[in-house]
């Protein structure tokens, strides 16, 4: 074995010269930088279309609009776009962690929607029991979402993905929804209802700002802060899909709405979600808030989050009487 080594080595030193072992390696860098420039520019998308509505939106019967877009949500990230947050560092998506940050960011809220389905929504009353569907589908979503198949901090064999756990999900939800269409689960469209979701919206859209104002204090970097532009996006995924869920609770809720006349508070809160999805920063700044010249994203994005925040307080106020 050794000998053919050697023999194999000296065929190479005597056909090969210099300059041709510098052409092969350059050309394997060059092929190097294309997969993962052109894999990356393949692969990158930011969906933050407001008009997105899943098939057959319009004709949902008695199941929820907002359980049909969170569910619609979760199939485009995973199924549709190619989740990336867990792909390795060989695959060219390794390089696209703004749409990383905005994909959890979106699975993160729905997430938190489950929890409102399973404690408050999918019960007739608190003393009720929990409905299966929305229990499993509550702990298939807060599944980590850099999970890959292989995790050896976690085990040498093959672990269930982040995808395998959200599809998981997507099904448990949708199966619910199918169970509240044919009469056979509950989705309560009663004002109480409405008003705790919204405060827990609230309690959670609060907390975003504060990692917002955390990062602008401790952040640094001006134009050159690489975290940046991982809590912008990170929020913009939340305020899309607070925004897109939303819409799903306005028509599930629109009796309500009509009759306690929250139609222009809800317009407003909706108008300030859709300034945070708007800001479309070419390169995400982080620098002082007074600066004369050069912005900070992160502040102009968490401004208009807490008027969204004190809108959603200004709706559940009004519930409230």
Known sequence: MWQKFTDFRYWIADHMSFSVVRTLLLGLIVLV?????????????????????????????????????????????????????????????????????????????????????????????????????????????????????????????????????????????????????DGSAVFERRTDNLQVTLERFAVDIGASSAIIDRHIREGFGCMFDIEADDVFYNVKGQAYAYYMILQGLRQDFDQIITDRELTNTWDEMEKSLLAIIALDPTVVSNCSPDAMFLPNHLAAQGFYLLRARTQLKELTNILQK
């Open 33 to 181: 930088i294309l997969y993962f420039v052109l894999g990356a520019v393949f692969i990158h998308r930011i969906n933050d279309d407001p008009e997105f509505k899943p098939e057959n939106y319009a004709s949902q019967g008695n199941s929820s609009h907002a359980v049909t877009i969170a569910a619609a949500l979760v199939d485009r990230e995973v199924n549709r776009n190619s989740w990336i947050s867990n792909d390795p560092f060989f695959y060219p998506s390794a390089l696209l962690d703004n749409m990383a940050h905005y994909q959890q960011g979106i699975i993160s809220v729905v997430a938190r929607f489950s929890f409102d389905l399973k404690d408050q929504l999918g019960r007739t009353r608190g003393s009720s029991m929990e409905d299966p569907d929305l229990k499993n589908a509550t702990s298939a979503l807060q599944y980590a979402g850099d999970q890959w198949i292989w995790e050896p901090s976690i085990s040498f064999f093959p672990v269930s993905s982040s995808e395998a756990q959200y599809r998981a999900g997507l099904a448990k939800l949708r199966a619910y929804n199918n169970k509240v269409a």
